[in-house]
């Protein structure tokens, strides 16, 4: 008898029994399936596909590249870029640098890149995107902007989004179509080897003194333009010759001459101990290269009428690095909107930025002295190993304070050769001892103390009227600086302090905010300008017939003191023609009318 057919009482057979419980836990199990499915649908938490980021392969970029590759960089003002422009292209890179990032790039940057970010990533890496879709819309070849464009940028590694901004260039570029396009790090990138001859882009000396030399000029150069726009007499002027002067720089970094040590000459120099450091290094700090332009630059610039009694609160700009420094959508162009609503904007250097980088590096060196005694858990180091570390340790500190003091000469250099003008880099010990009380200055990540620092500086020296601190919506380290601020507002009474946070969106409401405590800077600003008029003895009218009559005191140069307890430049400006006044006999009308 068959065992799959019934016997005669229609008893069905243990195997046959079997097979059916086991069709109906199949068509249980499908029933479970689509209903698990159907609910999912309902409650879009379907499982799909993820297709994880990974990051893509790229071609090396190589020294025989270099005459037709064009490297891209962008994120710093156009006055900065220019001259970092004209710094590469003078040791024999085609360089190219990325417009100002405005809303659409921050709309791309959305488009293409991941939730979450901030608006830096999405402003600086959509612009990338942008910048290479105007290349293709010009009739470049897709293939060719992948093989003959590279992006050069910073990377680093910390408590902020910013570590993830190679990950998002690279996924944007993917998303938009052009996955294989390279991105270049500068903490990944090269060194200061000549024997790294093979690589793209040769991080040597002359690489790095010439973009220090074009940030200097740059921060120079663009807080010269800020000091000197709100008083200009003919609207635009300023503009104009800063146009004029940056091309004077730009010209003068692409044909500065470094000597090449990859030639027979150079081979043989280069034997000798420290010899390409020691000449460049002489050359740099003892070298007049760059001061014909300054004087051709001054010159420019003092040809400019100003007329320095008009009453402008000043309001200095702190906050995350990138949101304080851009000129477009990415902090909703507040330097225009401040001068339009009648303020003088004191920008911040990226000066200040490199010098507290390195005072950083020097605690980090002094936190870790002394950690490396044990070799493991149960042996020391010898007096010989604890020696090398001290020396070591000896080591770094000098080179990271040699690197400051030469740094801050520098840049005292160029700003001595335009009259003092810019404001000088300010100490960073200082600022650390006046921020640490509010916010420990071990706590890394974006500015660090440098905000809750910059801010009592200002206010307490009666540098500014206001502090503006603008940042990324979001951004962790400013969300704690913002923080401490009222703590801090709370101990400095006199602060005018105001944080705006920056998106791609919200110009309206963030500007109506900042005209709210511009109102009561300029009231603070009024205020000081009335009692140093009321202290003069002269009318407004007065001083500015004396003005008049005076060629030098029209001129950005013409030195302005600083006076304990006086912030303006106006208020500063009357009090110092005042003293002119009284030393040539000059009496007020309303004296001798009397009399």
Same mark, same amino acid.
């Given at each position: 008898?068959?065992?799959?057919?019934?016997?005669?009482?229609?008893?069905?057979?243990?195997? %046959?029994?079997?097979?059916?419980?086991?069709?109906?836990?199949?068509?249980?199990?499908?029933? &479970? &399936?689509?209903?698990?499915?159907?609910?999912?649908? %309902?409650?879009?938490?379907?499982?799909?596909?993820?297709?994880?980021?990974?990051?893509?392969?790229?071609?090396?970029?190589?020294?025989?590249?270099?005459?037709?590759?064009?490297? &891209?960089?962008?994120?710093?003002?156009?006055?900065?870029?220019?001259?970092?422009?004209?710094?590469?292209?003078?040791?024999?890179?085609?360089?190219?640098?990325?417009?100002?990032?405005?809303?659409?790039?921050?709309?791309?940057?959305?488009?293409?890149?991941?939730?979450?970010?901030?608006?830096?990533?999405?402003?600086?890496?959509?612009?990338?995107?942008?910048?290479?879709?105007?290349?293709?819309?010009?009739?470049?070849?897709?293939?060719?902007?992948?093989?003959?464009?590279?992006?050069?940028?910073?990377?680093?590694?910390?408590?902020?989004?910013?570590?993830?901004?190679?990950?998002?260039?690279?996924?944007?570029?993917?998303?938009?179509?052009?996955?294989?396009?390279?991105?270049?790090?500068?903490?990944? +990138?090269?060194?200061?080897?000549?024997?790294?001859?093979?690589?793209?882009?040769?991080?040597?000396?002359?690489?790095?003194?010439?973009?220090?030399?074009?940030?200097?000029?740059?921060?120079?150069?663009?807080?010269?333009?800020?000091?000197?726009?709100?008083? %200009?007499?003919?609207?635009?002027?300023?503009?104009? =010759?800063?146009?004029?002067?940056?091309?004077?720089?730009?010209?003068?970094?692409?044909?500065?001459?470094?000597?090449?040590?990859?030639?027979?000459?150079?081979?043989?120099?280069?034997?000798?101990?420290?010899?390409?450091? &020691? +000449?460049?290094?002489?050359?740099?700090?003892?070298?007049?290269?760059?001061?014909?332009?300054?004087?051709?630059?001054?010159?420019?610039?003092?040809?400019?009428? =100003?007329?320095?009694?008009?009453?402008?609160?000043?309001?200095?700009?702190?906050?995350?690095?990138?949101?304080?420094?851009?000129?477009?959508?990415?902090?909703?162009?507040?330097?225009?909107?401040? %001068?339009?609503?009648?303020?003088?904007?004191?920008?911040?250097?990226?000066?200040?930025?490199?010098?507290?980088?390195?005072?950083?590096?020097?605690?980090?060196?002094?936190?870790?002295?002394?950690?490396? =005694?044990?070799?493991?858990?149960?042996?020391?180091?010898?007096?010989?190993?604890?020696?090398?570390?001290?020396?070591?340790?000896?080591?770094?500190?000098?080179?990271?304070?040699?690197?400051?003091?030469?740094?801050?000469?520098?840049?005292?250099?160029?700003?001595?050769?335009?009259?003092?003008?810019?404001?000088?880099?300010?100490?960073?010990? =200082?600022?650390?001892?006046?921020?640490?009380?509010?916010?420990?200055?071990?706590?890394?990540?974006?500015?660090?103390?440098?905000?809750?620092?910059?801010?009592?500086?200002?206010?307490?020296?009666?540098?500014?009227?206001?502090?503006?601190?603008?940042?990324?919506?979001?951004?962790?380290?400013?969300?704690?600086?913002?923080?401490?601020?009222?703590?801090?507002?709370?101990?400095?009474?006199?602060?005018?302090?105001?944080?705006?946070?920056?998106?791609?969106?919200?110009?309206?409401?963030?500007?109506?905010?900042?005209?709210?405590?511009?109102?009561?800077?300029?009231?603070?600003?009024?205020?000081?300008?009335?009692?140093?008029?009321?202290?003069?003895?002269?009318?407004?009218?007065?001083?500015?017939?004396?003005?008049?009559?005076?060629?030098?005191?029209?001129?950005?140069?013409?030195?302005?003191?600083?006076?304990?307890?006086?912030?303006?430049?106006?208020?500063?400006?009357?009090?110092?023609?005042?003293?002119?006044?009284?030393?040539?006999?000059?009496?007020?009308?309303?004296?001798?009318?009397?009399?």
């Amino acid at each position: 008898m068959e065992t799959n057919t019934l016997n005669p009482v229609g008893i069905k057979m243990p195997d %046959e029994m079997q097979k059916d419980q086991t069709n109906k836990e199949q068509l249980i199990q499908q029933m &479970l &399936l689509e209903e698990k499915k159907r609910l999912e649908a %309902e409650y879009g938490v379907e499982n799909k596909k993820i297709d994880h980021f990974k990051r893509p392969f790229e071609k090396a970029f190589t020294k025989d590249q270099r005459g037709d590759t064009t490297i &891209l960089f962008g994120g710093l003002t156009w006055k900065h870029e220019k001259l970092i422009k004209g710094a590469l292209e003078g040791i024999g890179y085609k360089t190219e640098y990325v417009s100002t990032a405005d809303k659409k790039a921050f709309q791309l940057g959305k488009e293409y890149g991941n939730n979450g970010q901030c608006n830096p990533t999405y402003f600086t890496v959509g612009n990338l995107v942008q910048h290479l879709q105007g290349l293709e819309a010009s009739g470049i070849p897709k293939q060719e902007i992948i093989d003959k464009y590279v992006f050069f940028t910073a990377g680093a590694c910390g408590p902020c989004r910013f570590g993830m901004y190679e990950a998002e260039y690279r996924l944007a570029l993917r998303n938009s179509g052009y996955d294989g396009f390279r991105v270049l790090l500068f903490q990944q +990138t090269g060194g200061l080897s000549q024997q790294e001859a093979e690589a793209g882009l040769e991080m040597n000396l002359d690489f790095f003194l010439g973009i220090i030399n074009a940030l200097m000029l740059g921060d120079i150069i663009n807080e010269i333009g800020y000091n000197i726009r709100p008083y %200009e007499v003919n609207e635009g002027e300023t503009n104009k =010759v800063m146009d004029e002067v940056i091309n004077i720089f730009y010209e003068k970094l692409k044909s500065k001459k470094y000597f090449d040590f990859n030639s027979r000459m150079g081979k043989i120099l280069q034997k000798l101990p420290a010899s390409e450091y &020691l +000449t460049k290094f002489i050359d740099q700090v003892l070298g007049d290269y760059y001061m014909e332009a300054v004087d051709k630059a001054k010159e420019k610039f003092n040809s400019i009428k =100003v007329d320095r009694t008009r009453l402008k609160p000043i309001v200095k700009v702190t906050g995350e690095f990138w949101a304080q420094t851009t000129e477009g959508d990415g902090n909703f162009n507040m330097f225009p909107f401040l %001068e339009r609503e009648g303020a003088q904007v004191l920008v911040e250097p990226i000066a200040t930025w490199i010098m507290y980088m390195l005072h950083q590096a020097k605690s980090v060196n002094d936190d870790e002295k002394g950690l490396n =005694v044990y070799k493991d858990l149960d042996s020391k180091l010898s007096f010989k190993e604890k020696l090398g570390l001290a020396k070591a340790h000896k080591s770094n500190y000098t080179i990271l304070t040699l690197a400051e003091k030469i740094f801050e000469r520098e840049y005292n250099r160029y700003r001595k050769a335009f009259g003092e003008m810019p404001h000088e880099l300010v100490d960073q010990k =200082v600022l650390k001892e006046l921020a640490h009380p509010f916010y420990h200055s071990r706590v890394e990540g974006g500015e660090g103390h440098l905000e809750v620092g910059k801010s009592i500086y200002y206010t307490v020296n009666e540098l500014c009227h206001m502090v503006l601190s603008l940042k990324p919506f979001g951004c962790m380290p400013s969300t704690q600086s913002d923080g401490v601020q009222s703590a801090v507002s709370n101990h400095y009474k006199n602060m005018i302090f105001l944080p705006i946070e920056t998106s791609g969106e919200g110009d309206v409401n963030a500007h109506s905010r900042v005209q709210m405590a511009l109102g009561e800077a300029k009231a603070k600003a009024k205020a000081e300008f009335s009692d140093c008029l009321d202290k003069t003895g002269y009318s407004l009218e007065e001083i500015k017939a004396y003005v008049e009559t005076h060629d030098e005191l029209q001129r950005p140069f013409h030195h302005i003191s600083h006076r304990k307890g006086v912030a303006g430049m106006g208020a500063n400006f009357i009090l110092d023609v005042a003293e002119m006044m009284k030393k040539e006999g000059i009496k007020s009308v309303m004296s001798v009318l009397s009399v």
